[in-house]
């Protein structure tokens, strides 16, 4: 698998929150996370928005984008990673800092597309 993230900046998504609808860039997107039947999508600009949309769908639509779900809930932009922490339970670090905890199956794929 191989991900272009020039093809980011030229693709928008479309979020509906309640009285609103916004076009995001994909290169704007750090992390997608689900609860139940609500998505958040955290932003590079350290804002967030809620949506009535499954994980699946998203994870559908950004895949070829950049995007890889490493764990149940989480669906994150590959190009926003700082680093890996391995021990215990493997986590990855995005560039704001926030600590997002990855399966095992994903650990190993995510570790080869970083090579």
Same mark, same amino acid.
């Given at each position: 698998?191989?991900?272009?993230?020039?093809?980011?900046?030229? @693709?928008?998504? /479309?979020?509906?929150?309640?009285?609103? &609808?916004?076009? &995001?860039?994909?290169?704007? &997107?750090?992390? *997608?996370?689900?609860?139940?039947?609500?998505?958040?999508?955290?932003?590079? !600009?350290?804002?967030?928005?809620?949506?009535?949309?499954? =994980?699946?769908?998203?994870?559908?639509?950004?895949?070829?984008?950049?995007?890889?779900?490493?764990?149940?809930?989480? *669906?994150? !932009?590959?190009? @926003?990673?700082? @680093? *890996?922490?391995?021990?215990?339970?493997? /986590?990855?670090? =995005?560039? !704001?800092?926030?600590?997002?905890?990855?399966?095992? /199956?994903?650990? @190993? *794929?995510?570790?080869?597309?970083?090579?």
């Amino acid at each position: 698998m191989e991900f272009d993230f020039s093809k980011q900046n030229a @693709h928008k998504i /479309r979020i509906k929150e309640k009285s609103q &609808i916004s076009f &995001i860039d994909t290169s704007e &997107i750090l992390y *997608l996370q689900c609860e139940g039947y609500l998505t958040t999508v955290y932003l590079v !600009n350290k804002t967030n928005m809620g949506v009535a949309k499954l =994980l699946k769908d998203f994870e559908d639509e950004l895949t070829k984008f950049g995007f890889l779900r490493v764990n149940h809930h989480t *669906l994150i !932009n590959i190009r @926003h990673i700082n @680093h *890996l922490k391995i021990c215990k339970q493997q /986590r990855v670090i =995005l560039i !704001n800092d926030v600590e997002i905890k990855i399966s095992r /199956r994903k650990f @190993h *794929l995510l570790k080869e597309l970083l090579k």
